[in-house]
């Protein structure tokens, strides 16, 4: 029963470990993209504005996801731990 | 009769986590650092989108007198402030009937750019940027954009700025 509950854990922490990865990537492209924008922007590209920021919108909502999912998996280690 | 509210135990406020659920905890307040960044970044992009909105139309370029022609000899440089005080530009005679001009800043870190009559460019001395003599363009070095381009008109013997190219705002 504790193995079980130790294994489940382990899992927990490694799905934890990959959404933090991915959230890292998703950071590193979205300061690429806010400074690529800005010099298009004040190279006068002003219609690459609106892309950039719609792309940067969308890789955060994507970041806001995986913490959701992040809390959601310690909320159920959790459980499974009082039980 | 009301009961207190039971307080909880002195070590309960010290050690508010269990000591499983600290690598949950440090991986959480991470993430949640993370997140944070990235929703910043997100403003960052909205504040550009936004301040592209706001700005609209630059107003209408003054138009103001440069230079006489033969005023400089060929090689020869002239600085003016166009198209305000204090934005210093840089006329240069590159041939006989040829005139050339731009904004002095550098597009990098806004240094002042000089005339390499070696070189035959526009330098910058700070970090080595070369841009165009015919264009502005970058040659070498670390600015990506180039120079803004100050178009002049010739009015009888004399040289006029009339406008700007390159600036980064709608003409």
């Known amino acids: ?83 | 009769m009301q009961s207190e509210p039971t307080r909880p135990p002195l070590w309960r406020e010290e050690f508010s986590v269990f000591k499983n659920d600290e690598r949950y905890v440090s991986r959480r307040q991470l993430i949640k650092f993370l997140t944070l960044t990235s929703m910043a970044m997100f403003v960052g992009n909205i504040w550009i989108l936004v301040r592209g909105k706001l700005q609209g139309k630059a107003p209408e370029p003054p138009v103001i007198p440069v230079a006489k022609l033969g005023e400089i000899p060929v090689g020869g440089v002239k600085l003016f402030q166009y198209p305000r005080a204090g934005e210093q530009c840089i006329l240069v005679r590159t041939g006989e009937d040829a005139y050339v001009a731009y904004s002095q800043k550098c597009t990098h870190l806004s240094c002042s750019v000089f005339y390499s009559q070696d070189s035959r460019d526009l330098v910058c001395p700070c970090h080595e940027g070369h841009f165009s003599i015919r264009d502005g363009s970058v040659l070498q070095g670390p600015p990506t954009r180039p120079l803004p381009a100050v178009t002049l008109e010739r009015r009888n013997d004399q040289l006029f700025a009339i406008g700007m190219t390159n600036t980064g705002a709608e003409q």
Not at chain 1, 37 to 48: C, I, K, N, P, Q
Not at chain 1, 52 to 80: H, M, P, Q, T
């Open chain 1, 1 to 83: 029963m504790r193995s079980s509950q130790s294994s489940k854990q382990s899992r927990g922490l490694t799905a934890i470990d990959g959404a933090m990865a991915l959230i890292v990537i998703l950071l590193m492209v979205q300061i690429w993209l806010l400074s690529a924008t800005l010099d298009a922007y004040l190279s006068g590209h002003r219609e690459v504005a609106l892309p950039g920021a719609l792309v940067s919108g969308l890789l955060f909502a994507v970041c806001g996801a995986l913490y959701l999912f992040v809390n959601r998996i310690e909320a159920s280690a959790k459980n499974d731990d009082a039980r």
